[in-house]
C-alpha cells in the first residue's frame, strides 16, 4: 500500500506508521504523549478536526439550530455498553428537578431496563428509552441538549450542534472533555449527585440563549470534514 494509517489513542508503544490518527487528543498533547512512538517522518493528525464522522451525521447537520431553554428535549446517552448503568444514575439524579424536561434515554443493552421502566413510573419528566437505536444522527437533530459520556460520540454531538453536559469517567475520556469544554460547546458534570447536576444544569438553561452559543462553537469544533480530509491524505502520491 501506499500510506499505512493507524487510530490510536493509548500512546504507549512504537507505531511504524505513515500517518497516526488519535482525534480525542488536541494536536499539542498528541504531540508531546507520541513523540517517542513515532518516526520523525510520520505525519500526526489529533484533535475533532480530523474526527470520523458518519455521512449520516453530515447530512442530517443543521446549521443555527434554535433550541428550547425553558421545557427542553434531552439524550441521555452514556456508551454503547454502560456497565456501571450510568444512565440509571444520571436519570434517577434528575428526578428532583423542577424544569420540567422531555428526556429521551439511548442504551445498547437491556441490562438496567428494568431499572429504567422504573424511573419512568417515579418521575415527573417525559421518558423514553430506546435500546440499540440506529438513527443517531436524526435523533440528535431533534434534542435541545445531551448529557453524554465523554467518548467518540462527543464529536458527533457538536458535529450536530447538541449542547453537552460531559461526564468522564475515564482517564482517556478527560481530553475530549477539555476541548469540547474549551471550545465553549460542554460543560463538565463532576458528578451524577443532584446538587452538581443541579448547578451544570442551570449554567446551561440560563434564559439567555447559552445553549444556542454551545450549539455554535460546537459545529465551528466538528464540521463533519475530518474523514474525507484524511481519505484525501492516504490518496496523495
Not at 94 to 110: E, N
Not at 147 to 170: D, F, K, R
Request: some cysteine; charged content about 25%.
Amino acid at each position: 500500500c501506499r500510506k499505512l494509517l493507524a487510530i490510536d489513542e493509548l500512546a504507549d508503544r512504537n507505531l511504524d506508521v505513515d500517518i497516526l490518527l488519535d482525534q480525542n487528543r488536541s494536536p499539542h498533547q498528541a504531540r508531546v504523549d507520541y513523540e517517542e512512538y513515532l518516526s520523525g517522518e510520520a505525519v500526526l493528525l489529533a484533535g475533532p478536526h480530523w474526527s470520523l464522522i458518519r455521512p449520516e451525521f453530515r447530512d442530517n447537520r443543521e446549521e443555527a439550530r434554535s433550541l428550547n431553554e425553558k421545557s427542553p428535549r434531552v439524550l441521555v446517552i452514556m456508551g454503547g455498553s454502560d456497565p456501571d448503568e450510568l444512565t440509571s444514575d444520571v436519570l434517577e439524579s434528575l428526578i428532583g428537578l423542577k424544569t420540567r424536561l422531555d428526556i429521551i434515554a439511548v442504551i445498547g443493552q437491556p441490562d438496567q431496563l428494568e431499572r429504567l421502566e422504573l424511573l419512568t413510573k417515579t418521575m415527573s419528566h417525559s421518558l423514553e428509552i430506546r435500546i440499540g437505536e440506529t438513527k443517531m444522527a436524526a435523533l440528535m437533530a431533534e434534542v435541545d441538549f445531551a448529557i453524554s459520556a465523554a467518548g467518540s460520540t462527543v464529536w458527533e454531538l457538536c458535529c450536530m450542534g447538541v449542547p453537552m453536559m460531559l461526564l468522564a469517567e475515564e482517564i482517556n475520556q478527560q481530553a475530549v472533555v477539555q476541548q469540547a469544554e474549551a471550545a465553549g460547546a460542554a460543560v463538565r458534570l463532576p458528578s451524577v449527585e443532584l446538587d452538581c447536576v443541579k448547578a451544570v444544569l442551570s449554567t446551561m438553561l440560563n434564559g439567555r440563549g447559552r445553549l444556542e452559543v454551545m450549539s455554535r462553537a460546537g459545529q465551528d469544533l466538528v464540521d463533519g470534514q475530518g474523514a474525507l480530509r484524511i481519505a484525501q491524505l492516504l490518496l496523495k502520491g
